[in-house]
T-cell receptor
Framework: GENVEQHPSTLSVQEGDSAVIKCTYS??????FPWYKQELGKRPQLIID?????GEKKDQRIAVTLNKTAKHFSLHITETQPEDSAVYFC?????????????FGTGTRLLVSP | DTEVTQTPKHLVMGMTNKKSLKCEQH?????MYWYKQKAKKPPELMFV???????INESVPSRFSPECPNSSLLNLHLHALQPEDSALYLC??????????????FGEGSRLTVL
């Protein structure tokens, strides 16, 4: 089955710094790569996603890059703010299944200190 | 309405009890999901319903029984659970359960404790 590795498991930054979280996957048929943010006690919420035919996507302070050859994708957050503190999960959609089947990474706890 | 609503928010049950978790969405989504999330772990897929039919069962024990009465409702019936089943149970929906992937809208979850 698909194996999704996510690093680092925890990340502490100062407000205003950049944060980068990386995920690697194993199934070359994977075709959709979302990132979810889960604040403490809250639901996971999609913050950005990218499809396999695109190399980079940006939405204000958040960007995702995808390297299909190397099978990795990364979340970049610039000018971090305390409200960015949360657990971030990458996910990989298994292509060819005919159904929406996401495999989540192990999560990164981001702490942004004022 | 862009919300997925889950009830109850908290549930404590004994190993011999029968209880149900409920999930509702009114976004017209045709795919609904049950995920299980243990503390400090990622969500794990349990079941996928597409157009009210069970499409994926991730080898979930039979003590968990899903039901999709209509396109807006999803239930998870619980019976004879074990303490290790204690977790946050998340319901989610998406426009379709397509092979190309798309945004999942999660509910706030039902936190289950099995004594």
């Amino acid at each position: 089955g698909e194996n999704v590795e996510q690093h680092p498991s925890t990340l502490s930054v100062q407000e205003g710094d950049s944060a980068v979280i990386k995920c690697t996957y194993s199934d070359s048929a994977s075709n959709y790569f979302p990132w979810y943010k889960q604040e403490l006690g809250k639901r996971p919420q999609l913050i950005i996603d990218i499809r396999s035919n695109v190399g980079e996507k940006k939405d204000q302070r958040i960007a995702v890059t995808l390297n299909k050859t190397a099978k990795h994708f990364s979340l970049h957050i610039t000018e971090t703010q305390p409200e960015d503190s949360a657990v971030y999960f990458c996910a990989v959609h298994l292509g060819g299944t005919g159904f929406q089947k996401l495999v989540f990474g192990t999560g990164t706890r981001l702490l942004v200190s004022p | 309405d862009t919300e997925v609503t889950q009830t109850p928010k908290h549930l404590v049950m004994g190993m011999t009890n029968k209880k149900s978790l409920k999930c509702e969405q009114h976004m017209g989504h045709r795919a609904m999901y049950w995920y299980k999330q243990k503390a400090k772990k990622p969500p794990e897929l349990m079941f996928v319903y597409s157009y009210e039919k069970l499409s994926i069962n991730e080898s979930v024990p039979s003590r968990f029984s899903p039901e999709c009465p209509n396109s807006s409702l999803l239930n998870l019936h619980l019976h004879a659970l074990q303490p290790e089943d204690s977790a946050l149970y998340l319901c989610a929906s998406s426009q379709e359960a397509s092979g190309s992937g798309g945004e999942l809208f999660f509910g706030e979850g039902s936190r289950l404790t099995v004594l």
